[in-house]
């Protein structure tokens, strides 16, 4: 039988680093066991009013809201920006931030075919 094995690496708002492993029988109640616990942590950052003023502000309050977890390309960016604050943007200036929000380590960047797909939360999965 496979052995799964999943990862979670976190940073919290004060820049102490976790880093979880789970191995074996890996379940979906596990899983999110662990993100129960980071909450009572308080990993994730509170709810504050952040001033959304920047276009980078504006892409990343789009992440935060609609893709917390999966995973998302900068075409699914563009649509939920333009429903969220009723103003057009350029795709490839969406492409620009997320990649400059993933050489910070914000998020995951994978080649996906002819397109990137990107998730904020890093979980890897490996089977031997």
Same mark, same amino acid.
């Given at each position: 039988?496979?052995? !799964?094995?999943?990862?979670? #690496? ?12 789970? =191995? ?8 999110? !066991?662990?993100?129960?616990?980071? #909450?009572?942590?308080?990993? =994730? ?7 959304? #003023? ?5 892409? &990343? ?9 999966? !995973? ?5 960016? @563009? ?11 350029? @795709? ?5 931030? @997320? ?8 998020? #995951? ?6 397109? &990137?797909?990107? /998730?904020?939360?890093?979980?890897? /999965?490996? /089977?031997?």
């Amino acid at each position: 039988m496979a052995k !799964k094995r999943i990862r979670i #690496d976190m940073e919290d708002s004060d820049g102490a680093r976790y880093d979880i492993k789970l =191995e074996g029988n890996v379940t979906r109640d596990k899983v999110l !066991k662990i993100f129960e616990m980071m #909450d009572l942590m308080n990993i =994730e950052e509170e709810e504050t009013t952040t001033n959304i #003023d920047s276009v980078g502000s504006k892409i &990343w309050h789009i992440i935060d809201k609609f893709f917390p977890m999966g !995973k998302f390309t900068s075409t699914n960016i @563009l649509e939920k920006y333009e429903d969220e604050f009723n103003e057009p943007i350029k @795709l490839s200036v969406i492409s620009t931030y @997320l990649s400059r929000f993933s050489s910070k380590g914000r998020v #995951d960047r994978t080649r996906n075919g002819r397109e &990137w797909t990107y /998730q904020t939360i890093k979980i890897s /999965q490996k /089977q031997h």
